[in-house]
């Protein structure tokens, strides 16, 4: 027994006849009796009283016909979830997060518009570092997670998506902080505040090479346990910084922040995937936050990459 005689079953019951049921299912009347004689074999019940009138269900058939309009509706349920998850329409997204990615509105405004659009699909958010959220796809514990290149494992494939302006953190009390911008070289002699190198080595070096690039060699503070971290820790005097321009957001009582005058760091972030294929999830997901993505040549705007 399998789908199709459940069906036959279902479609005589409903038409009352044989023939007409054949005409429905668009096959001859004899193979019809012929499935239907072998399913009554097979469940030892006679299913059909059978007249020049028609046909019409036994009272074993009328609880046997219930039955199986159940399990009909319930593989097309199947069908259309199964379905649905290969469209990226049912299912889950799972989204990794560098440190501090979530300030930048383009996120959440993607992740906003996503669930809009596929409203079954369950969206959860995990944040960490870059080298734990590589770790983590490679595991299958999150389908996607936005990054600061490189990646430590080469199967992690990145597909740039902005570039990052950055802009300088002072505390109030420092000799700077009433000034609209600021050069690098600005803070050539304050110790600088910088996450460890390992959670995020491209954004590490590019504040580096534009230090050097600008006529002077950083004097390292203490390191943050993140790129976030680092704002309190200058609001408690402890060093400057450099930062996202999205972190202003953070508004840390003691802290004010200044555009960057000239050559500027800037990190690029990107989408990382475990392996080349993405589900029709990752897919939409990345679609919408590239349209989100503002093109802008505003020096504090993000970059949208091709």
Do not use: W
Request: charged share 20%; aromatic share 4%; with cysteine.
């Amino acid at each position: 027994m399998d789908l199709r005689h459940l069906r036959y079953l279902v479609t005589i019951a409903e038409c009352g006849s044989f023939t007409r049921a054949s005409e429905q299912l668009h096959m001859a009347q004899p193979p019809l009796s012929q499935q239907i004689h072998r399913l009554e074999d097979e469940l030892g019940v006679r299913l059909f009283d059978r007249s020049r009138q028609g046909a019409s269900l036994t009272a074993a058939g009328r609880l046997l016909a219930d039955r199986a309009r159940a399990i009909l509706a319930l593989s097309e349920e199947f069908r259309s979830f199964a379905r649905g998850l290969a469209d990226g329409y049912e299912g889950s997204l799972r989204i990794g997060m560098a440190g501090g990615v979530t300030l930048l509105p383009l996120i959440p405004a993607a992740i906003q518009t996503f669930r809009q659009a596929r409203p079954d699909v369950m969206v959860t958010l995990e944040e960490s570092n870059t080298p734990a959220l590589c770790a983590a796809l490679r595991n299958g514990q999150v389908d996607v997670a936005i990054v600061r290149p490189p990646a430590p494992d080469p199967q992690i494939v990145l597909r740039p998506l902005m570039d990052e302006p950055t802009m300088i953190a002072l505390p109030f009390s420092h000799r700077l902080a009433g000034a609209s911008g600021l050069q690098l070289r600005d803070i050539a002699e304050d110790p600088l505040i910088l996450f460890e190198r390992h959670l995020g080595p491209g954004f590490y070096d590019t504040i580096i090479s534009a230090c050097l690039e600008a006529g002077f060699s950083p004097h390292l503070g203490q390191h943050a346990p993140q790129v976030a971290a680092t704002i309190p820790m200058v609001a408690a005097g402890m060093g400057v910084t450099i930062v996202p321009a999205y972190l202003s957001q953070i508004h840390a009582p003691g802290v004010s922040f200044h555009p960057i005058i000239g050559p500027m760091p800037r990190a690029t972030i990107a989408m990382a995937l475990a392996g080349t294929r993405a589900t029709q999830a990752v897919e939409a997901f990345e679609s919408i936050l590239k349209k989100l993505c503002l093109d802008s040549n505003a020096p504090h705007e993000p970059i949208c990459l091709p």
